[in-house]
Nanobody
């Protein structure tokens, strides 16, 4: 099993910045990727960004490229999501995600609210 604990959500004004953190514990040696999804009110959960735990390559959804940056922390099993130039449409619950062969794990999801 893998446990994911996130932090860093909150209320931010449009144009501001925020950094979300996700710390994994448990069988983390088996993880292939860690990343973030988000779910806005009344919408499906969408992919945001992902980083490989093997080669640290990253991928992003087109809607966040240039504003969001995913990175790996010095603590091996921690990932960050830096969000710049926040927009009201970024308002959502942001879920940390981790994958290994045969299993996917989710965090509880901090709320990010962007006021205009």
């Amino acid at each position: 099993q893998v446990q994911l604990v996130e932090s860093g959500g909150g209320l931010v004004q449009a144009g501001g910045s925020l950094r979300l953190s996700c710390a994994a514990s448990g069988r983390t040696y088996s993880l292939y990727t860690m990343g973030w999804f988000r779910q806005a009110p009344g919408k499906e959960r969408d992919f945001v960004a992902r980083i490989s735990t093997r080669d640290f390559s990253t991928s992003y959804s087109d809607s966040v490229k240039g504003r969001f940056t995913i990175s790996r922390g010095n603590a091996k099993n921690t990932v960050y999501l830096q969000i710049n130039n926040l927009k009201p449409e970024d308002t959502a619950v942001y879920y940390c995600n981790a994958d290994r062969p045969g299993a996917t794990y989710w965090g509880q999801g901090p709320q990010v609210t962007v006021s205009s």
